[in-house]
């Protein structure tokens, strides 16, 4: 009984705080007081109380419009969004920011963050990637706007980090033309990820997926087609030996141009 009455007191105390700190809200929006407002907004931003202080910013950013004050009530306004993962919305002010202040203190910062909003809003690899691009465009841009930035390493491992997820996807989108055995869509589509990115960490698969495929696409072919596919088949499996002597694949590679010779010289005719 004890301990129920204890849990019921703090229990009643915490409304009883939480009803008190409401009502001062109350009192901060009703002020007509605007230094008032904006100390308070500055105030709840610092105990990152975002909600409130963005509903303040909000009305201070129109009163102060062409003011002295606009630039960094703007800049606290978007600060605001992001402390409250609100990375679209983050991105779009950061943005108009850069905009609008664009010999502003901040106007690096913003130009990195409306970068590094794209770069958070971006989904996982099997999604469409479109924002994901959008990202990788705006951190370059970032870079071209401060190339002497001390955050331009940290905006290319981004990019990298980016790239890799696009390649991700156009790996993984190739493999499953070749899943569904279709063979052609599957060598067009290793090719474009191979000319693409050209440092691809998928390489030596990508490599290895087109000797296969053709391979497999000369064996299910017509006769009059055979000569020719397993003819591509030799060459894709001597231009993968090229890159990769040692590869893990190297016994079925030599299985492809074995049984791929046998079947030319069938069908040479």
Same mark, same amino acid.
């Given at each position: 009984?004890?301990?129920?009455?204890?849990?019921?007191?703090?229990?009643?105390?915490?409304?009883?705080?939480?009803?008190? *700190?409401? =009502?001062?809200?109350?009192?901060?929006?009703?002020?007509?007081?605007?230094?008032?407002?904006?100390?308070?907004?500055?105030?709840?931003?610092?105990?990152?109380?975002?909600?409130? $202080?963005?509903?303040?910013? #909000?009305?201070?950013?129109?009163?102060?419009?062409?003011?002295?004050?606009?630039?960094?009530? $703007?800049?606290?306004?978007?600060?605001? @969004?992001?402390?409250?993962?609100?990375?679209?919305?983050?991105?779009?002010?950061?943005?108009?920011?850069?905009?609008?202040?664009? =010999?502003?203190?901040?106007? +690096? +910062?913003?130009? @990195?963050?409306? $970068?590094? *909003?794209?770069?958070?809003?971006?989904?996982?690899?099997?999604?469409?990637?479109?924002?994901?691009?959008?990202? &990788?465009?705006?951190?370059?841009?970032?870079?071209?706007?401060?190339?002497?930035?001390?955050?331009?390493?940290?905006?290319?491992?981004? &990019? #990298?980090?980016?790239?890799?997820?696009?390649?991700?996807?156009?790996?993984?989108?190739?493999?499953? /033309?070749?899943?569904?055995?279709?063979?052609? $869509?599957?060598?067009?589509?290793?090719?474009?990820?191979?000319?693409? /990115?050209?440092?691809?960490?998928?390489?030596?698969?990508?490599?290895?997926?087109?000797?296969?495929?053709?391979?497999?696409?000369?064996?299910?072919? %017509?006769?009059?087609?055979?000569?020719?596919?397993?003819?591509?088949?030799? +060459?894709?499996?001597?231009?993968?030996?090229?890159?990769?002597?040692?590869?893990?694949?190297?016994?079925?590679?030599?299985?492809? %141009?074995? &049984?791929?010779?046998?079947?030319?010289?069938?069908?040479?005719?």
């Amino acid at each position: 009984m004890k301990l129920n009455k204890l849990i019921f007191l703090l229990l009643l105390l915490c409304l009883m705080i939480v009803t008190a *700190c409401t =009502n001062n809200f109350q009192k901060v929006l009703k002020s007509t007081n605007m230094d008032y407002k904006e100390k308070m907004a500055i105030k709840y931003y610092n105990e990152k109380n975002y909600d409130r $202080a963005l509903q303040l910013f #909000d009305e201070l950013r129109i009163f102060n419009k062409g003011s002295l004050k606009a630039e960094e009530i $703007a800049f606290y306004y978007a600060n605001c @969004y992001f402390g409250m993962n609100d990375f679209y919305t983050a991105g779009f002010y950061y943005k108009d920011f850069v905009n609008t202040f664009p =010999n502003s203190k901040h106007a +690096e +910062e913003c130009a @990195y963050l409306a $970068a590094y *909003c794209k770069y958070m809003e971006s989904p996982k690899y099997n999604l469409d990637q479109t924002i994901t691009k959008d990202a &990788i465009k705006e951190f370059q841009l970032f870079i071209d706007m401060y190339p002497t930035s001390n955050k331009v390493e940290e905006a290319n491992n981004k &990019i #990298d980090e980016l790239r890799a997820k696009l390649q991700k996807k156009d790996f993984e989108n190739a493999k499953l /033309y070749y899943v569904m055995e279709d063979y052609k $869509a599957a060598i067009i589509s290793f090719r474009n990820l191979l000319k693409e /990115y050209l440092d691809t960490i998928y390489k030596e698969d990508a490599l290895y997926y087109i000797a296969k495929a053709y391979y497999n696409y000369a064996s299910k072919s %017509i006769e009059q087609q055979k000569y020719l596919r397993f003819k591509s088949a030799i +060459e894709s499996a001597n231009n993968f030996k090229l890159y990769f002597p040692n590869s893990k694949y190297k016994k079925d590679i030599e299985q492809i %141009i074995k &049984i791929s010779s046998k079947e030319i010289v069938k069908y040479k005719s």
